[in-house]
C-alpha cells in the first residue's frame, strides 16, 4: 500500500508539473472610457413580449447599441472638443465633424442616436392610438390614422438592406421618409417623432426574414403618448 501511495503521490506530482493549472482567462478588455454612454432601458428586456421578443431587445441593446457607442467614443478619442456635443447636435451637423472620423460619425454617432430615440418610443400600446394635434396631423397629412399606419408600413417595408422607417417634422410638417443604415433625419434638417429600426438585427431572431410580421407587430409598441410629446414640443 506505501509503495502503491509512493507511485500514486510522484505520478501526481508529474501530472502537476506537466500540467501547469490553466492561468485564469484574461478579464475582458475595458470599455474605452469616453464621453458617450449606452443609456439604460427605461424598462425590462421582456416588456415587449410578445412583439419583440426579450432575447432581441438584450442583444440589440447590450450589444448592437453598445457597440455604436464604443465606436463614437473610439472615434472621437483623439478630438476632445466633440465629447462636449449632444450625439444629435454632431449628426445635426456631420460638416463640423472632423474629416477623418466624419464617415464614423455618420454610422455610430447616428446608430447610437437613432436607437436611444426608438427606445425611448417603445411600449405596449393595447391599440392606443395618437391623440391630440398630432392625431389631428396625422389625419390632416394621411386622410386617416388608419392611412397613417399603411403608409408607414410600405416605407418600412421598402427599404433595401438596412435602414430606418421615419415620421419626422419638416419644418411643421409630417413627413414619412426612410434612411439607409444609421443615416438619421437630423443630417437632413428634420426632427424625428417616430422610429422604426429595419436592420435585421432587430427582428431576426424571432421573424427571421419575416420583416412584414415585424412591422405589423411594431404597431402595437408604438408609445404614442412618447411620440405626442415630441410632436408637442418639436412643432410648436
Ligand atoms: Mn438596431
Not at 42 to 67: F, N, Q, S, V
Not at 150 to 161: L, R
Not at 164 to 177: I, M, P, S, Y
Request: charged residues 20%; contains cysteine; positive net charge.
Amino acid at each position: 500500500m506505501a509503495a502503491a501511495s509512493a507511485v500514486c503521490a510522484a505520478t501526481s506530482s508529474l501530472v502537476r508539473l506537466r500540467a501547469q493549472p490553466a492561468p485564469p482567462p484574461a478579464p475582458p478588455a475595458p470599455a474605452p472610457a469616453g464621453p458617450f454612454k449606452l443609456p439604460p432601458l427605461a424598462y425590462p428586456y421582456d416588456a415587449l413580449e410578445p412583439h419583440i421578443d426579450a432575447r432581441t431587445m438584450e442583444i440589440h441593446h447590450g450589444k448592437h447599441h453598445a457597440a455604436y457607442v464604443q465606436n463614437l467614443n473610439k472615434a472621437v478619442a483623439e478630438f476632445p472638443d466633440l465629447g462636449s456635443k449632444s450625439v444629435e447636435d454632431l449628426v445635426r451637423d456631420l460638416a463640423a465633424a472632423p474629416e477623418k472620423i466624419r464617415t464614423a460619425v455618420r454610422n455610430h454617432g447616428g446608430g447610437h442616436a437613432n436607437h436611444t430615440l426608438f427606445w425611448q418610443l417603445l411600449k405596449k400600446n393595447n391599440g392606443a392610438g395618437p391623440g391630440g394635434d398630432l392625431a389631428k396631423a396625422i389625419d390632416a397629412k394621411f386622410g386617416s390614422f388608419s392611412s397613417f399606419q399603411q403608409e408607414f408600413t410600405k416605407a418600412a417595408m421598402g427599404v433595401f438592406g438596412s435602414g430606418w422607417a421615419w415620421l419626422t417634422l419638416d419644418g411643421k410638417a409630417l413627413r414619412l421618409e426612410t434612411s439607409a443604415n444609421q443615416d438619421s433625419p437630423l443630417s437632413q434638417g428634420r426632427a424625428p417623432l417616430l422610429a422604426l429600426d429595419v436592420w435585421e438585427h432587430a427582428y431576426y431572431l424571432k421573424y427571421q426574414n419575416r420583416r412584414a410580421d415585424y412591422v405589423a407587430a411594431f404597431h402595437s409598441v408604438i408609445n404614442w403618448d412618447a411620440v405626442a410629446e415630441r410632436y408637442q414640443k418639436l412643432a410648436a
